[in-house]
């Protein structure tokens, strides 16, 4: 008898529908070694080792990666083609977008490069003026007061503007250019791809400015802050965000509530 009112109840659990995994949609735009070339369907970057990571964690949410580019993310947030923004700060352009915001406890940081040269000390990243930048089409640099308009960065910092940190330190190697910017995150992984190029460079220990990460959800996406929030918080302390993110010197801080 006891057998069969478990196979009755075991039969009656099987016929309930499975709670299918909820679909949230992550932007992703070229944003190296955060996120590289994403239109072309690679899987390299940052971004998608941290959705493999959040996927494996748990089962009521599969997270998805969205392609988009840096100019053309507010939109595709706005209009509801992705749910959230990650590694992304509310002061670069999103003050008109309404979202909820998480900080991810994560912090990289924007430095100026230049060739190693026998005249050149720390002290020639101190003023920029009458110098040749090579910048980020799209970025927004604290030098700059955040203004990522190209006609005021070329008038007024003589700034060549590309889509690739590589082209920004090859013109600055070959002279074309005095100072490229870059992340700390992107000349550790050149510098790891290319180490017969250290002896050329000489990093500035002025920062720009320190990126500190936020995602950012939009209001109807269907995971909230504070779910996304506790999600982050059990890689970080299963110690996947460390393992994903110091080979990059991007480094693991405390996270304050919004």
Do not use: C
Not at 68 to 90: C, L, Y
Not at 173 to 188: E, F, H, K, P
Not at 232 to 256: C, D, M, N, S
């Amino acid at each position: 008898m006891t057998s069969r009112v478990l196979l009755a109840a075991l039969t009656l659990l099987l016929m309930l529908p499975v709670e299918a995994a909820q679909l949230v949609r992550i932007g992703a735009a070229h944003f190296p070694p955060y996120t590289v070339r994403p239109e072309n369907g690679a899987d390299t970057g940052l971004l998608p080792q941290l959705v493999e990571a959040l996927n494996r964690s748990q089962a009521d949410y599969q997270f998805v990666l969205v392609p988009t580019s840096i100019p053309r993310r507010f939109n595709d947030f706005k209009q509801g083609r992705v749910d959230m923004a990650i590694f992304e700060n509310p002061d670069w352009g999103w003050q008109d977008v309404p979202h909820t915001l998480v900080d991810m406890g994560l912090e990289d940081a924007e430095i100026f490069v230049t060739q190693k040269l026998p005249d050149r000390q720390q002290s020639y990243f101190e003023d920029l003026r009458g110098k040749r930048l090579a910048l980020f089409s799209g970025y927004h640099y604290a030098f700059a007061q955040f203004n990522s308009d190209p006609k005021f960065l070329i008038g007024q910092f003589n700034a060549t503007l590309t889509y690739s940190h590589d082209s920004n330190l090859q013109m600055m190697l070959r002279g074309r250019a005095d100072i490229a910017l870059v992340t700390r995150s992107y000349l550790s992984d050149y510098l790891l791809r290319s180490p017969q190029l250290a002896s050329q460079l000489l990093v500035s220990e002025r920062i720009d400015q320190v990126y500190h990460h936020y995602a950012l959800i939009r209001p109807q996406a269907p995971i909230s802050a504070e779910a996304f929030g506790r999600l982050l918080q059990k890689l970080r302390e299963g110690g996947q965000l460390l393992a994903i993110f110091k080979p990059y010197q991007i480094e693991l801080v405390p996270t304050h509530a919004h």
